[in-house]
């Protein structure tokens, strides 16, 4: 089901920016072959749209009115599964190329090249080559003819095989919602981008730090997403964009509370392994005898699942890349993994595995 869910999504996106429907399919085996590609068709522009972090069934337990209106206006898939795991980078990445995690090669939020002993994370991932795997959708629009554009949907500014987004704002939290979008409709009024992505932190930072299911800062929180909402679209029909445009509104993951953590420290030696947290899952690099670390953490606690690289579950389509850990761990939801209460710089609350999804679909 979870398959099918995000192939519709795909398609949607595909559908919407008239890209050849098999690049929704890409092949692995040889990504870096590019044919002829049709140019655009001249069809409405997509403007997709991205609030980080947003629970499917917080439009059930909130007052969102701009969001309840578009509920009853436009399609509604009522939650998504998001590619494991569930975090910003991986799944984001997910919706641009259509793929699993272990297929675009952006596996976590941080991530760790033991071949290199690089690091990537969220404020430092401009290296060459952590995002050549799989060719984005904005990507393909452009070497279709089409013009992206983006304002700091994560990876903007990358360099993807050479190219660059051609209308991007590089990501920057302290600007404005407002200038985020009146950047995405210049691209499509100025430069005539036929494919635009828009992101935003929120709900996401709030939830991580006071909990998904505290009404009071949350009603406050994400009746400001709600406003940003309204904005968005108050601001297309002020530039008579409104009947001429596909707009998708959705998010990359959903949002648990995290009750108790996992202290690894107190199960092995700090000094036998390399630790990537991505809570609530981590990474483990044994800097010796892979065995007796596994073993180690299999004792850990019961409320931690441990699995080699080669074991991990297929339904999660998270082994079959370079950059995925030798160990894996996952907590149980309601529980956090750190190395110890010193370090615990840990979220209060992690991601889960539900989102949301709208879609404005304009008819031809």
């Known amino acids: 089901m979870a398959l099918r869910i995000k192939g519709i999504f795909i398609l949607l996106l595909f559908q919407c920016v008239e890209i050849f429907c098999w690049k929704a399919v890409p092949s692995v085996s040889n990504p870096t072959t590019h044919g002829k590609r049709k ?4 069809r409405h522009p997509l403007l997709l749209v991205s609030f980080d972090g947003f629970r499917w069934d917080y439009l059930d337990h909130f007052h969102l009115p701009t969001f309840a209106k578009l509920q009853q206006q436009w399609a509604h898939v009522e939650k998504l599964q998001p590619a494991f795991i569930s975090k910003t980078f991986p799944n984001h990445n997910s919706i641009m190329t259509g793929l699993y995690v272990e297929s675009h090669g ?16 969220p404020g430092r991932h401009n290296g060459t080559g952590w995002w050549d795997d799989a060719e984005p959708l904005w990507l393909s629009n452009q070497l279709s003819g089409g013009v992206s ?5 994560p990876g903007t500014g990358v360099h993807v ?19 985020r979008v ?59 964009l409104l009947g001429h445009i596909n707009v998708i509104v959705t998010s990359d993951h959903g949002m648990a509370d995290v009750e108790q953590v996992i202290q690894l420290d107190s199960c092995l030696d700090p000094q036998m392994y390399i630790f990537v947290n991505n809570n609530p899952i981590a990474g483990v690099w044994p800097r010796h005898d892979l065995q007796k670390v596994f073993n180690l953490l299999t004792e850990c606690s019961k409320y931690l699942k441990v699995y080699k690289k080669a074991e991990i ?5 998270y082994k079959d890349h370079r ?6 761990l996952v907590a ?33």
């Not at 190219?163 to 404005?176: H, K």
Request: a positive charge.
């Open 182 to 240: 009146r950047h995405c409709v210049a691209c499509i009024t100025d430069k005539k981008a036929n494919f635009v992505t828009l992101y935003w932190e929120e709900p996401d930072r709030s939830g991580h730090h006071y909990g998904p299911r505290n009404s009071t800062v949350m009603q406050k929180v994400l009746s400001k997403v709600d406003d940003h909402l309204a904005f968005l679209l108050s601001y297309l029909s002020d530039k008579e």
């Open 39 to 42: 140019p655009p068709t001249g």
């Open 313 to 317: 579950p297929s339904e999660y389509h």
């Open 332 to 364: 149980e939801q309601g529980w956090g993994i750190v190395r110890n209460a010193t370090l615990n710089k840990s979220p209060r609350f992690s991601s889960l595995r539900r989102k949301l999804l709208l879609v404005l679909r304009t008819r031809p």
């Open 149 to 153: 554009g983006s304002a700091m949907w």
């Open 106 to 121: 952006i596996v976590a939020n941080s991530m760790y090249d033991d071949e290199h002993n690089t690091y990537f994370t």
């Open 161 to 179: 095989r050479g190219a660059e987004i051609a209308c991007g704002m590089r990501y920057n939290r302290s600007v404005p919602f407002e200038d």
């Open 323 to 328: 950059l995925i850990p030798p160990i894996l």
